[in-house]
């Protein structure tokens, strides 16, 4: 009699072993971050999600601690329970940064180099740490203004990457450039990134 056949190992998911570092911005389009944060975790990432308090008047917190069974980033001021720093912690463990959506304001804040949230701050600590991706979102008279194209232009110089905004119908009722790429469009730019190199909890 002939012994049973071996169970096929399991597909190995595209992002196994991979840390994202989800930053979540105000604006509108913070719905696409919960459905992005679903499709990162379907791709084998872990995800750890940070807000801005604007964020936190489109989407609760919960939503993003149910989907990533983690805590979720509000505030600069949380102790954490082995005393790292909490604006240099959740960057040292990521092997990448998402802002989505980043706001006229959040890219304003990177390219002037300030630190006055947690976001920001993160931005600025991840330096040599952890890579960004940019994900635009806001009105296209704002994407389209003189400020937030020299503030886009800067970051590029600084090695921050992006992906979109999108061309669409807009919050506001408009359309035109401003609309953020949608998770699956983000999801590929990411995974096309991270498979570069190889995860950092494997080095």
Known sequence: MMGAEPLAPKDKKTLDGYEVLLCVTGGIACYKS???TSKLLAA???????MT??????????????????QVFTTLWLPT???R??????????????????????IGKFAAGLADDLVS??????????????APAMNTRMWESPPVQANMRRLKEWGFHTV?????RLACGTTGPGRMAEPDEILQAVTTYLLKKPPKKAS
């Not at 604007?54 to 990533?68: D, E, N």
């Not at 720093?85 to 959040?106: F, K, Q």
């Not at 979109?164 to 669409?168: M, V």
């Open 164 to 168: 979109g905004p999108d061309s669409g």
């Open 85 to 106: 720093s909490g604006h240099l912690a959740p960057t040292e463990s990521a092997d990448l940064m998402v802002v989505a959506p980043a706001t006229a304001d959040i």
């Open 121 to 134: 701050t993160l931005a600025l600590s991840a330096a040599g740490e952890c890579p960004i991706l940019l």
């Open 53 to 70: 308090e604007a964020a936190m008047r489109f989407v609760a917190p919960l939503t993003f601690q149910t989907l990533s069974q983690r």
């Open 34 to 36: 919960a459905d992005l």
């Open 81 to 83: 329970e082995d005393f």
């Open 44 to 50: 084998g990432a872990g995800v750890s999600v940070a």
